[in-house]
């Protein structure tokens, strides 16, 4: 049996950040550095949607790895995309499609409103470069916290802005914060979306359900020995459990919290 495996899930990759988006910030020098350890680990690298495929197949090669990006921030290609192809790595990005070509609005909260999204020429012109594009919804909201009705019309306006602007085929998604229900995953798999990522910390595993990908959270501390340790499918938490009561119970406290003050945001 094939040994669980690691989807890295990055954010920003630049050198200045608000103190409190630190955890969601990977500076330039340190991220090439992560990429020459895992390229030195023999690692073969896929975008979510290959790896998904290749889950499906039954083919995904010891030492596979996704490295995924959230959220469609500019620096993504001022400084991610060339160390990203210096060392020959595919990727998937995930967009925010609300917010493209001005500021990550949502982010005001971590003192990172002003951060500046990549635009539609920038966004079309990944497909050069081996970035595949996944949907993050329109406005980053809580998924889980939305009518019914409110979540389907983020992801689907996310996705439909997506291929009119790039001309591409969406068929991956990342949950804004990582949460989703029962009823979001299966209205996702009836929207047709094959490779679908949440957060969990954790790594994934042949197996584990394509609607709800296990990711791990890279940040800048992450050391060439955690990675090692990643890549050799040894990590504290493999595929956590959907809907555990703990996760019921943070939701409920954010409901609760969202009628009290309004929705607010974080990464991830
Ligand atoms: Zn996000």
């Known amino acids: 049996m094939q040994a669980p495996f690691p989807i890295l899930m990055y954010h920003s990759i630049d050198t200045r950040c608000a103190p409190a988006y630190r955890r969601w910030t990977v500076s330039p020098s340190r991220f090439a550095g992560q990429l020459a350890c895992l390229k030195s680990l023999g690692i073969t ?72 999204m990549l635009d539609w020429a920038e966004l079309s012109a990944l497909k050069h470069f081996g970035v595949e594009l996944g949907a993050h919804t329109h406005t980053h909201p809580q998924l889980d916290l939305l ?20 001309g591409r085929l969406i068929t991956s998604f990342a ?57 050799r499918g040894r990590g504290e938490r493999v595929s956590p459990p959907l809907d555990s009561w703990k996760i019921r119970a943070w939701r409920d406290y954010r409901l609760v919290r969202s009628k009290l003050v309004g929705m607010t945001g974080r990464p991830a």
Do not use: N
């Open 175 to 231: 949950y804004p914060h990582g949460y989703s229900t029962p009823a979001i995953r299966g209205m996702v798999h009836r929207m047709g979306f094959t490779a679908v990522c949440r957060v969990a910390d954790a790594l994934s595993r042949p197996g584990e359900d394509p609607l709800a990908l296990s990711r791990i959270i890279v940040t800048e501390q992450t050391s060439d020995s955690e990675l090692a340790r990643l890549v």
């Open 147 to 166: 009518p019914v009705q409110e979540a389907e019309r983020e992801i689907a306006l996310s996705r439909q802005l997506l291929e009119r602007h790039t």
């Open 45 to 116: 690298p896929f975008t979510i949607s290959d790896m998904v495929a290749r889950m499906r197949a039954g083919t995904l090669p010891e030492r596979a790895i996704a490295l995924t990006f959230d959220d469609g921030l500019a620096d993504f290609a001022r400084h991610a995309l060339p160390i990203l192809r210096q060392f020959e790595f595919p990727s998937t990005l995930f967009v925010a499609t609300g917010y493209v070509g001005g500021t990550a609005e949502w982010l005001a909260e971590l003192g990172e409103g002003d951060r500046k």
